[in-house]
């Protein structure tokens, strides 16, 4: 296999275009290393998880192109994509990724704020005497 696998994944406002090519491991964000690029030590695991959960870390070169939310909006845009080009990869990692929930796009997106209101259910306080 020395095609390249393209996917992308999405949450909230963030969008990651993820490239998957037969390699060694290295795995850069935006083109940096991903130890630089989320400097919340958390998120790696996160990142990482499709990988952890198919034993394929080292056998595959990442590379993300990744833009819009915050870090943790985009840390799960990217577990996604990866996710979905691992799938493009080989079929048969379709059951495993799909008991740990990681195939599935989360839809929970920010609610509008609306007139009125100080924010998007936020009332003024109510006073009965």
């Known amino acids: 296999m020395d095609k390249v696998i ?3 994944g999405r949450r909230k406002t963030s969008t990651a275009r993820v490239i998957l090519t037969p390699g060694t491991g290295k795995f850069r964000i935006n083109g940096r290393d991903v130890n630089e690029y989320f400097n919340v030590k958390s998120l790696l695991p996160e990142v ?3 990988l952890e959960i198919t ?4 056998k595959f ?4 192109n990744v833009e819009g939310g915050g870090f943790r909006g985009q840390a799960d845009a990217i577990k996604l994509g990866i996710a979905r080009a691992l799938l493009k990869v080989d079929e048969s990692l379709k059951p495993v990724l799909k008991s740990v929930h990681l195939l599935s796009r989360d839809p929970r997106e920010k609610e509008r704020k609306k007139y009125g209101l100080h924010s998007a259910r936020k009332d003024r306080q109510y006073r009965k005497r």
Request: hydrophobic share 50%.
């Open 61 to 64: 070169d990442i590379r993300a």
């Open 48 to 50: 990482f998880k499709p």
């Open 6 to 8: 393209l996917a992308v």
């Open 55 to 58: 034993n394929l870390k080292d």
